[in-house]
């Protein structure tokens, strides 16, 4: 019980880490990204290729993903999204379905199509007892690392200069740009950042969410779960609502595997039709 | 205070029906396509089978229009009303419960039209952004279902050992796949003339007049609750029919019908033809097909590469800009049903300019 409740816990600080950037771009922003976990499937390759072929530590390799999924964001942001966001929701789908196809036949061809796993170092393998509970030493690690991340996340947002730009160009862009804010870096600085969690968090849940060419589609739902549910008026939401999930998911999978991903797609529906508006709505938001 | 002038207002309707009988007309240009259509049954034999899936994939992305195109609504999980409808003619089939194909692929319309009533509750409700995840959330659900209950569906397998009776009877499925391609064409034909009627008829105008502006509809008396459930619903039906030509002309189904790919695909087919004229996803299908058979040929899997490099293209040219070769098109097909118009003197008075109470 304690133990399903634990791993629940890391897989939804797990989900918490990979959506985070799109809770800005899509709640925020009101872009319609499904390529996210392109960004994600970026990282966790980036990883398995700087830890399994060239023998980097693997911590190095966690910051590796950050920062190849955070400079691939940056560069698709300034080339491409950028002429993207003013169009409609439609185009964005398109534009961004058609990045999730081109990722997963360029990483099947690149890397192969089978399932492939980072090599953890022995240090975080087994388990330790903790007040008589067995704990995974990774999935504790995962805890520790995504706890620290949503807490600078969390002041980053509400108490530096930059966050409070951010907030700015959100709600009013037009305002926000006469008082001087370079509203396009802005975004493509927090599209940059998102993309470099994704990353990280597609490294780190190698391990857990496998790593194969499939991979953006088959967590797309998870992430605008993650959003759809959270909200977007605070990172509190939807770190609530990743943690609920994680735990929901572990839970449902464990008693009653037969229902399979049923319980968190009914999840997701009852909540959509419970606030139909409210969701994506953020008053003082355009 | 007077009541309306009665003459005034016998013209405007005269009028109006004037107007909606020349929009009903059939241009020369779309006889020629039904023909061209009809003879590739004698004219094509040996390219029956791609031929069939081009009218699936062309019935799917028409009923996709009927909902995106006319009224609006952006789906992503139109494979649900589509797998519904396969694996409804495929149990069907299996079990003998209907065997007559014609019959059978009403009853897998039906299915898709239930469910799509049935669905059509949540989607009215909320944004764009909420109806993508609503539509994508329950393609999934019902994908999950199809494949966990393999005692009804054969789950990952596909529904396997179906065998087809012949159409009406009498006329037997072929390996060639002769029969199969000419019974498609035909229930396109039908429910392409259908949707022909309907999407001309006030009811459609009214859907566009949502989608253009849904405020200002409701300000001059347009509900839309009960227009939105009946456009979803019988797209719904649309796609659940597609689904049961596929599973009645292969004799087999599985999950693919019910995937994210098949959903997204359909978009793109009926993208490539252009939104909101009926012709689109047909001639959508034609070139996607044979681009997927091209391409595929050359590089047999990295086909999805392609497809997703043209989706980001296209957003980035811009999806007018491309549609807009159509438009060339139908000024040719207005120009000579205009000078058919021409040569034959007007069934009814056009109203001249200036009526309505000026002096």
């Keep these: 019980m304690v133990t399903i409740l634990f791993d629940g816990i890391a897989y939804g600080m797990l989900l918490f880490v990979l959506a985070a950037g799109l809770s800005v771009t899509l709640g925020l922003m009101n872009f319609v990204n499904l390529a996210h976990g392109a960004f994600a499937m970026a990282g966790g390759y980036a990883a398995l290729v700087v830890v399994n072929r060239l023998g980097v530590p693997f911590g190095l390799g966690l910051v590796a993903a950050f920062l190849f999924s955070a400079a691939l964001g940056a560069l698709l942001e300034r080339t491409l999204y950028v002429h993207v966001y003013a169009k409609s929701h439609l185009d964005q789908v398109l534009f961004t379905i058609g990045l999730v196809f081109m990722s997963v036949a360029i990483v099947d061809y690149t890397m192969g199509s089978s399932q492939q796993f980072i090599a953890i170092p022995p240090v975080l393998q087994g388990q330790i007892t903790v007040l008589g509970i067995g704990m995974s030493k990774y999935r504790l690690m995962i805890i520790v690392i995504c706890g620290v991340l949503t807490a600078l996340l969390q002041l980053g947002l509400t108490r530096t200069r930059f966050g409070s730009r951010l907030r700015a160009a959100v709600d009013d862009q037009r305002v926000a740009r006469g008082l001087g804010i370079n509203v396009g870096a802005v975004f493509a600085l927090t599209f940059a950042l998102g993309s470099g969690l994704a990353g990280l968090g597609g490294a780190l849940g190698a391990e857990i969410l496998g790593l194969d060419p499939i991979f953006p589609l088959k967590y797309m739902i998870y992430f605008l779960i993650v959003v759809t549910v959270g909200g977007t008026s605070s990172i509190t939401g939807p770190f609530l609502a990743s943690l609920l999930l994680g735990i929901g998911d572990v839970a449902g999978k464990y008693y009653v595997p037969q229902l399979g991903a049923f319980v968190i797609y009914t999840i997701m529906i009852v909540v959509l039709i419970w606030r139909p508006q409210g969701l994506f709505v953020r008053k003082g938001a355009r | ?359």
Excluded at chain 2, 128 to 155: K, P, Q, S
Aim: net charge positive.
């Design chain 2, 1 to 359: 205070m007077r009541g309306p002038d009665v003459s005034t207002s016998a013209k405007l309707a005269s009028a109006i029906s004037a107007q909606f009988t020349a929009r009903a007309r059939w241009s020369p240009l779309e006889v020629l396509f039904w023909l061209a259509a009809l003879a590739t049954i004698w004219l094509a034999p040996d390219h029956h089978l791609i031929l069939t899936e081009i009218v699936i994939w062309a019935l799917l992305a028409l009923s996709l229009d009927l909902i995106l195109g006319y009224a609006g609504i952006i789906s992503l999980g139109h494979a649900a009303f589509f797998g519904i409808g396969a694996y409804t003619a495929g149990l069907l089939a299996k079990h003998a419960l209907v065997s007559e194909p014609v019959l059978a692929l009403l009853v897998s319309g039906a299915a898709g039209a239930a469910f799509g009533f049935l669905t059509s509750f949540l989607v009215l409700r909320g944004t764009d952004l909420t109806r993508l995840m609503v539509t994508l959330g329950v393609a999934l659900l019902v994908r999950e279902i199809a494949n966990r209950a393999a005692w009804l569906t054969g789950g990952a397998d596909g529904l396997q050992g179906i065998g087809m009776e012949p159409v009406l009877g009498l006329f037997r499925f072929d390996l060639y796949g002769h029969t199969a391609y000419a019974y498609s064409l035909v229930v396109l034909f039908v429910l392409f003339v259908i949707a022909r009627r309907i999407v001309g008829s006030p009811f459609g105008l009214s859907l566009q007049a949502i989608k253009g502006n849904p405020l200002r509809a409701s300000a001059v008396g347009i509900g839309q609750t009960w227009r939105l459930v009946g456009i979803y619903t019988l797209a719904a039906a649309y796609a659940g029919v597609a689904g049961g030509l596929l599973t009645q002309t292969t004799a087999f189904t599985s999950l693919e019908s019910l995937s994210f790919d098949r959903s997204a695909d359909a978009l793109l087919v009926l993208i490539i033809g252009g939104t909101g004229h009926l012709y689109g996803g047909l001639i959508g299908a034609v070139v996607f097909r044979f681009a997927q058979d091209w391409i595929s040929a050359a590089t047999p899997q990295y086909w999805q590469f392609w497809i997703g490099l043209f989706l980001v293209l296209i957003v980035l040219v811009g999806r007018d800009r491309i549609g807009s070769w159509v438009a060339p098109v139908r000024r040719l097909a207005d120009r000579v049903s205009d000078w058919r118009a021409w040569r034959r003197p007007p069934a009814v008075e056009p109203t001249a300019p200036g009526e309505g109470g000026r002096p």
